[in-house]
């Protein structure tokens, strides 16, 4: 595994996020496939992104796992989008295919919460917030 480069997202002053990305690769029926695809598109020219994404991240499969889109956007495939505080491990913002207990008893995790945690179910409609360890929610 190498550092390819270090990547930062962002618009303008108000936020960025910069993360080191490694390169690896996996044996795979047909050579090596990279958990890790980068663009290596030059600022202000035309870019040539594979598949229209910027940043994409693999599983041991080649399926996508995370990408950022070469026109904006951010997707997760297969699981849930979340925002983690600074010092934790569970997310206070979750956008979930799902909701928050079905989630939890699925991987089995446990089905309380800590409040301000707020979940977001597309596939039900639903926004979930946690009140006193439990999940409340409102329909959209």
């Not at 080191?20 to 795979?28: C, E, G, I, N, Q």
């Not at 910027?54 to 041991?60: G, I, K, Q, R």
Request: glycine share 10%.
């Amino acid at each position: 595994m190498k550092i390819l480069r270090n990547l930062a997202i962002g618009a303008g002053a108000a936020w960025a996020v910069t993360m080191t990305v490694l390169l690896a690769t996996v044996p795979s029926h047909a050579g090596s496939a990279p958990l890790v695809y980068v663009c290596p598109s030059v600022q202000g020219t035309a870019p040539q992104c594979q598949n229209g994404q910027e940043f994409e991240v693999f599983d041991h499969n080649g399926a996508p796992v995370f990408s950022v889109g070469e026109y904006g956007g951010a997707a997760v495939f297969g699981d849930n989008l979340g925002v983690v505080p600074p010092g934790s491990l569970r997310p206070d913002g979750t956008l979930s295919y799902t909701d928050p207990v079905t989630y939890d008893h699925t991987f089995g995790l446990s089905t309380s919460c800590t409040v301000p945690q707020l979940w977001i179910d597309a596939q039900h409609y639903r926004i979930y917030k946690c009140v006193s360890g439990t999940w409340k929610y409102s329909q959209l």
